[in-house]
């Protein structure tokens, strides 16, 4: 144990991450790639009481509008029980 107190320890990738050189997921960009944005509502505890799809899917460039109904799966280290799909503050 004594061999790894105060020994230097240096990362693979530290020097392409702290010169700007490393390539992450969100620099991905193929021809046809379609984008996500989430929408979410300006009223921090406001109760929705109903979502106009159809609003959203005649907007220019959409593509697809999805909701926590279109994806009911759920997710966890331990216990699989959060929602992909959840709004800010939910538990």
């Known amino acids: 144990m004594s061999d790894i107190i105060d020994d230097s320890w240096s990362r693979v990738d530290s020097m392409v991450k ?3 050189q490393a390539f992450y997921t969100a620099d991905l960009s193929l021809p046809g790639m379609l984008y996500g944005k989430i929408l979410g509502s300006p009223h ?17 460039g959409v593509h ?9 799966y759920l997710h966890g280290e331990c216990i699989i ?11």
């Open 44 to 60: 921090a505890h406001a109760r929705i009481k109903r979502v106009n799809l159809e609003k959203a899917k005649r907007f220019p």
């Open 64 to 72: 697809a509008v999805m909701t926590g109904k279109d994806f009911p």
């Open 18 to 20: 702290v010169t700007g």
């Open 81 to 91: 029980d959060i929602p992909f799909m959840r709004f800010r503050g939910q538990r």
